[in-house]
């Protein structure tokens, strides 16, 4: 019976948690309204990019606190057709309030859909892999790699706000009425947007997954650890964690794509300093360095941010000051992280209770109990920032 309570045991950790998550998600458009749809949807965008950022931080142990800068690239990306799309043979009005005559020629691709949605993954990817091979040439990791990030989403910030003309300034692009012909407002469309977004998160999801459990996994964990020793090794952990940084660009990309036709606006505050910021804690609160972690705490802070500030309209932000760092102290490696300890410590009491016939079985036992305790050791290095 111990090997089949093993694989029962590995199959509901591996599977149980994500699905679990997910059902409710699939059922959401039967019983929700659809202004809690589409809140619904705008907070599957954070999951992906949660996602993403767990997979830089949690497993390679890099803290970027710019990644607003990628999902605002994005963002952008996608709101340039569709402003051009919604303007038809007309300037933008932003860019005739700000005295243009014609339309930048840096647009005029953006009028492409392909075009468009190959920018919103290629073009935070390509900055990320520019700025992360030069960063991490120079061996500059920890608290150095996330300041550098930080002053990037800063200084991005402030140029789009500075570029009214072509850029919508501080307001950004608005007004946003139809996405490939279909008016974005509708039941209908908002509806199709929300399985868009699902169906972009779960595929992401297993890809990150496939990706943790291979050789690169295992190697950008080790490259978390101790990226000395890869690198005598004879492995290269620039090109490991350049390419790691370039996937978590693209995936932020597309959760701001996502936004903008969920939202029907992008402005420089969606990709500011806070929102960074913002980000990590999603991650911190669901739990590092676990996948499944990050999108379910993108969900529940993104679910508890709204709630208070619904309700609490002028001390919102205390309040959910205050519940960010009593779930920090509370659970310090994160509700993934707490489950998971507590699965391992039922195993263990069943184990020890089961007498002989359990310590025969042990063997068995251990194998997703290990790797429960190994994940929440590997998590320890990782509050480093390396």
């Known amino acids: 019976m111990a090997p089949r309570d093993s694989a029962l045991r590995t199959f509901l950790w591996t599977w ?11 059922v959401a458009p039967l019983v929700l309204s659809d202004f809690r749809l589409n809140l619904l949807g705008k907070f599957l965008t954070f999951a992906i990019v949660a996602l993403g950022l767990d997979l830089i931080w949690g497993y390679g142990g890099m803290l970027s606190l710019g990644q607003g800068l990628f999902f605002g690239v994005g963002g ?44 919103v993954v290629l073009a935070p990817m390509a900055i990320a892999a520019a700025v992360g091979y030069l960063v991490f040439r120079s061996r500059v990791q920890g608290v150095y790699f996330s300041l550098i990030t930080q002053a990037l ?20 692009i608005t007004n946003l009425k139809t996405i490939f012909g279909f008016a974005r407002g509708a039941a209908s469309t908002q509806t199709v947007l929300y399985f868009v977004t699902l169906f972009c998160l779960g595929t992401l999801y297993l890809l990150c997954r496939r990706l943790t459990q291979s050789r690169f996994g ?11 020793r890869v690198r005598f090794l004879g492995y290269n952990p620039v090109t ?16 701001g794509a996502l936004f903008v036709c969920q939202v029907g606006l992008i402005s ?119």
């Open 240 to 255: 490991l964690k350049t390419l790691v940084f370039a996937l978590s660009a693209g995936m932020a990309g597309i959760a």
């Open 153 to 172: 989403t800063l200084i991005a910030s402030i140029l789009f706000v500075g570029q009214q003309a072509i850029t919508g300034g501080t307001n950004g």
């Open 16 to 26: 149980g948690a994500p699905l679990a998550v997910a059902l409710p998600l699939l």
């Open 76 to 119: 952008y990306a996608m709101a340039m057709y569709l402003k051009l799309e919604t303007s038809g043979s007309r300037l933008p009005d932003f860019m005739s309030w700000s005295g243009l005559e014609a339309l930048p020629l840096f647009w005029e691709p953006f009028r492409s859909p392909i075009v468009a949605l190959c920018a």
């Open 218 to 228: 295992r190697l950008l964990v080790a490259t978390r650890d101790d990226e000395n």
């Open 268 to 386: 420089p505050s969606s990709m500011g300093v806070m929102p960074s910021v913002e980000m990590v804690t999603w991650v911190a609160v669901g739990g590092r360095g676990t996948l499944i972690g990050a999108v379910v705490g993108a969900i529940l802070v993104s679910l508890g941010k709204s709630a208070l500030s619904e309700s609490y309209p002028e001390v919102w932000q205390l309040g959910f000051g205050a519940l960010f760092a009593a779930s920090v102290m509370l659970l310090p490696t994160g509700i993934a992280g707490f489950l998971r300890r507590h699965a391992a410590r039922l195993a263990r009491r069943e184990a020890s209770a089961a007498g002989p016939a359990g310590a025969r079985g042990e063997a068995a036992v251990e194998g997703p109990v290990g790797e429960v305790e190994a994940a929440a050791r590997a998590e320890a290095p990782a509050t480093s920032g390396r």
